[in-house]
């Protein structure tokens, strides 16, 4: 029987497949004809996996840690090996943070790199290797998962470093989307919101299923799915951020306010006060432009000509 569905025929990889919005993720797209093959740590994930096969849906899944790089290029290999393409990556997969607890003052750079290595480096690594896949078909969607953490909490000073490595994912969104869209692929962000998702739990504890209801009757995962269902189609947008809680969307943002010259206040304090109260901004799509805006058109126009003067004269500048 012919697939059919908003996915009928794509091949989709979704880590973190094994609870949550991941196992969410990976049975929605499957029930929408997707050929859905889900990664974790947890072995849970081949249970699901096997549940959705015996109801007829085509998802496989295997066991891998992100966080080693080598890994993610085997899996994107082993992918495109097995069903001859990769459409939709699904950035999901994520682990609880040892440092939930603690303080700034005890933290260490091993802490950044854990944190660094399954939030930042396995969407890096399975992006880049599912990038010449996706480009020579001319079709991809990657969708990275972000969190609210990079804006800062007044208690979860523990989770600091995994802020960090959030943050990163947006920088890895804005900087892949402008090459993405040379061939045909979508590069986005999600900031989810789901109480009942392992990531909200209270204090990280394992609740009843009684409190999960609760929670879930609040801000549940489920809600998030036609979100994605959009932003992993054929209709998606390049290069945005969006937070999604229940049934609300925002758009998420990097913003530039307009130009303020020190010479036109008493003080830099005033300069930055009204900079910092402006309401006329706009979203930089390249460095060129964040610049641009503020060398003005004189500058800009001087500044083109002397970068390609040193790119054709093999001259580089300091």
Known sequence: MQATGAFAGRVILVTGGSEGIGAGTVEAMAREGGIVHAVSRSPDGERIASRLVAQGLAVSWTRVDVAEPAACAALVRDVVDRFGR?????NNAGNRPATLRRDIGSLTDADLHEALATHLHGPFNLSVAAWPHMASQ???RILNFCSGHVFGSLDDHGLLPFGIAKAGIIGLTKMMATPAARCGIAVNALFPAALDSHWNRVEWRVISEQEEQALADVCSHRDLWPFIRWICGPEACNGE????????LTHVFVGDSENFSYPAFADMSACVGAAMASGDYYRPRSVGQFFSRHLGAARSKRLFQLLTHFAGSGQTSR
């Open 138 to 140: 001319r079709y991809g």
């Open 86 to 90: 990769l459409d939709v990556l699904v």
């Open 241 to 248: 951020m969006f937070s999604v809680c229940n049934t609300n």
